[in-house]
C-alpha cells in the first residue's frame, strides 16, 4: 500500500512512499534539480530513521523527481553566510550525516539516479548499497571546479585510484555507460523502466531474512571501516572545511558572477571555461 497523504504531508521536500517491502524516498524539489537543502538533508534523515524503525520495511529506494537525482549541494545564498571553518564542518556534517545513516542501516537501499548525479548527488548515490543508472544520467564532482571538495571523500573506496583522481582532480562528468563500466553505477536501464528495475531488484533483496540482511550488509561495511573507512571520511570532510576558506582568483570571479548575474549563468561560466581548449 501506499503511505496515507497524511503521513507524506509532514514532509516538503521529499515524498515517502511504501509499497508492502520496500520504500520509495524521492527527492522532490524538481524546480531547483532536487539540491541538497539542508530541509531536504533533514527530512532524509527523518524518512531514514521512521524506515528503520519500522520492522516491516526490508529495503529502500533513493531517486530524483524531474529532471535529475540531485544536482548536488544548494548553493543559494544564505542568510547567514558560513564564515569560519565550523559553520563548513557544521555543513559537511548533515550531508555526511545523512549519507552515513544509509551506509549503517539494516537495509539494503538502491539508488535510482535519473538525470544529473552530481556533487553530493554523486555522493549520496556511491552511499547506496547498489546504483542503477537510467540511460540519460550523468555523474560527476563539478563542485571542484570553482574551489570545492567532496564533503564525503567516499570515491575512493568505490572506484580504482586513477578513476578517482581522474574525476576528483577534474571535476568531469561522466555518462551511464562509463559510470557503469568503472563500478560507479551496478547496471544502466532505459530511464522509462528505472523506478521498475529498481523495484524488481528492491523485492528480490526483501526476499532475505532482515536479521540476515542486516548482518551480511554490516560484515562487507565492516570490512572497509577495518581499513580505514571511518578516518578517511573524517579527514576529507575536514579538507572539505578549510578547501572554502581558502581564496583564489577563480573562487572570487565564480561567486562573483553568481552574485550579480545568478547561479545559473555562473554555471554556464564555469562549463564554457572548462571545456575551452585553452581554460579560457
Known sequence: MTLHASASSAYRSIRLDIDRWVATVTLSMPDKMNALSDELLIEVQHA???????????A?????????????????????????????????????????????????????????CLGGGCELSMACDITLAADDAQ??????????????????????????????LTGERIGAQEACAIGLA??????????????????????????VMRMNKQTINRSYEARGFQAAIDHGAEMFALIHLLDSAEKREFFDMAAKEGLKAAFKWRDERFSSPDGR
Open 186 to 211: 551496478n547496471r544502466v536501464v532505459p530511464a522509462a523502466s528505472l523506478l521498475e528495475e529498481a523495484r524488481k531488484l528492491a523485492l528480490k533483496f526483501a526476499m532475505i531474512a532482515p536479521d
Open 48 to 58: 531514514l530513521d521512521r524506515l528503520e524503525a519500522d520492522p516491516g520495511i526490508r
Open 60 to 116: 529502500a529506494i533513493i531517486t530524483g523527481s524531474g529532471r535529475a537525482f540531485s544536482s548536488g549541494f544548494d548553493l543559494s545564498p544564505r542568510e547567514q553566510p558560513f564564515t569560519t571553518v565550523q559553520d563548513w564542518r557544521e555543513h559537511a556534517r548533515l550531508g555526511n550525516d545523512t549519507c552515513l545513516k544509509i551506509w549503517r542501516s539494516r537495509l539494503p537501499v538502491i539508488a535510482a539516479v535519473n538525470g544529473y
Open 139 to 168: 555523474f560527476g564532482e563539478p563542485e571542484i571546479q570553482f574551489q570545492s571538495a567532496p564533503p564525503l571523500a567516499i570515491m575512493p573506496w568505490v572506484l580504482g585510484m586513477k578513476k578517482t583522481k581522474e574525476l576528483m
